[in-house]
């Protein structure tokens, strides 16, 4: 028997050809089967926000899992904190008591013992018209030896003077309480007819703000060497992490973890340190103004002033914890930087 042949359309080609035949408009990366994308920055950023936030968490858990030695730890902070921080409230407050002595910082003019009444009135005149003087006032004899009197208690034994050995005097309240300015208006009032004295008050002033600025120094050199034992607290605890996870750390940077992923979670560890330090200084502080604040109004009343130990307020508390957070990074950082260096995968 004949076998059937079957026709063969003109043009066709073999099937397994047609499989095998590649379009001209095909890359060399679609014939290889082969694609690459990159990844969008926006997708890299929403990916490094997720870690940071799951660090932070995670850092915080690690040290709520632990509370009495980070307990301890932060309050180790806090103490270092609390007493830079003190001798900042006390400065401020001399530095207010400063601005009230200034105002009451005076010049007094004292008259020749020969001046009458009317005579030192148009002396006072004079001297009021003078540019650098904002206030006057008159003392008469007689108001001098009331007010010696009423200050010393010695009515019945003053009361026997014939004559008011007191003079008459002018209490000047100058523009300027700069002591060159001062002491220039002194000579200038000096050469006024009637005058046999002016005395500047103002020596209190200048050793008031003497030590006011040993007191800045001192406050600058105690926040430095607090701050750097900050540093070395957090620096010392981040330590004794970074060696307590040593293998977790070599696994990671075999498989191809950086140095700043690495370093991120003991970054969060470090600054929640600083964060807690910095709370427990806030209310160690409030602590010692309630204990205090009776005392000292009771010391302040007895010599007829009133005086308010000062608080932080919203500012100097916010400064207080951003200094204590950066101090922690930084104490945690400077800690993880040198212990990776020393870290190899293997």
Known sequence: ???AVTPRTKGAAPKSKRQSAKSPSESPAERRGARSQQTRFTSRLRAW???HRAMAIDSLYRLVRHPVGNLLTMLAIAIALVLPAALWLTLDSAKLLDAELEESATLTVYLETAVDIAQAARIEEAVG???????TRLISAEQGMAEFQQSLGLDDALAGLEDNPLP????IYPQSVDPSSMEQLAQRLEAFTGVDEVRVDLAWVERLRHLANLGRRVALALGALFGLGVLLVVGNTIRLAVESRRREIEVVMLIGATHAFVRRPF??????YGFGGGLLALGLLGLGNHWLAMPVAALAASYGASFVLPQLDIAGSTILLSCSTLLGWLGAWLAVTRHLSSISPR
């Open 168 to 171: 008459a005097s002018i209490v």
């Open 267 to 272: 970054l969060y560890s470090g600054a929640w």
């Open 1 to 3: 028997m004949k076998r």
């Open 49 to 51: 926000g997720r870690h």
């Open 129 to 135: 018209a003078e540019e650098d003087v904002v206030q």
